[in-house]
Nanobody
Framework: VQLVESGGGLVQAGGSLRLSCAASGRSFSSYAMAWFRQAPGKEREFVAVVSWSGSSTDYADFAEGRFTISRATNTVYLQMNSLKPEDTAVYYC??????????????????WGQGTQVTVSS
């Protein structure tokens, strides 16, 4: 299983970015997919998750109303609007190893990408 993120970069506060994560190596139609992020000196934190069917989503409080997660077959997206300097982090894509689970808990037993850097300047 391989997850490859793209779309990160440098953006000014108030701007937008769209992250993509291409998944390969198995069928992802029964597995939730999520985004996490890790800022310098901080622990990795949950951002958003989309269910295996794409019909339900869940967001961290800081992402609610600004970020939108979506999926298409083996790709998951994160549209980020109204970005703030505190959104600066490495963003990771993850896929659950357990079918039909759509919660926020992900571990080293799940599948992770290498991350893409998002930097928001003030």
């Amino acid at each position: 299983v391989q997850l490859v993120e793209s779309g990160g970069g440098l953006v000014q506060a108030g701007g937008s970015l769209r992250l993509s994560c291409a998944a390969s190596g198995r069928s992802f139609s029964s597995y939730a997919m999520a985004w996490f992020r890790q800022a310098p000196g901080k622990e990795r934190e949950f951002v958003a998750v989309v269910s295996w069917s794409g019909s339900s989503t869940d967001y961290a409080d800081f992402a609610e109303g600004r970020f939108t997660i979506s999926r298409a077959t083996n790709t998951v997206y994160l549209q980020m609007n109204s970005l703030k300097p505190e959104d600066t982090a490495v963003y990771y894509c993850a896929s659950k190893s357990r079918a039909y689970y759509s919660g926020r808990y992900y571990s080293a037993d799940d599948y992770w990408g290498q991350g893409t850097q998002v930097t928001v300047s003030s």
